[in-house]
């Protein structure tokens, strides 16, 4: 079982910058692939990228591909989202999660971070 815990959330202006970071402990993190999803007030967790264990392969939801970025260093047991161009609309608590496998990740089944809050103002 691996433990997840994230963190680079904060308040940032439309158009700005956050680097988000996922580190995992309590298991072996680069044989996990990883994801990241999102949660806004009022609306149901989104999916938003994920990354195979070699971090070779990668994909992305359409409401962020061209302007977020995810990434792992297998060395420190992290992984992170490079977010930038940022929109209010991306304002959410955002979850990174790990699995055995992308259909794990993207299902939403594997295990998963306490979340960090990005909101993104006007």
């Known amino acids: 079982q691996v433990q997840l815990v994230e963190s680079g959330g904060g308040l940032v202006q439309a158009g700005g910058s956050l680097r988000l970071s996922c580190v995992g402990s309590?298991?072996?993190?680069?044989?996990?692939?990883v994801g990241w999803f999102r949660q806004a007030p009022g609306k149901e967790r989104e999916y938003i990228a994920a990354i195979n264990w070699r971090g070779g392969s990668t994909n992305y939801a359409d409401s962020v591909k061209g302007r977020f970025t995810i990434s792992r260093d297998n060395n420190k047991n992290m992984v992170l989202l490079q977010m930038n161009s940022l929109k209010p609309e991306d304002t959410a608590v955002y979850y990174c999660t790990a699995g055995s496998s992308i259909t794990v990740v993207r299902r939403g089944a594997g295990y998963w971070g306490q979340g960090t809050q990005v909101t993104v103002s006007s």
């Open positions: 309590g298991g072996t993190f680069s044989n996990y692939e």
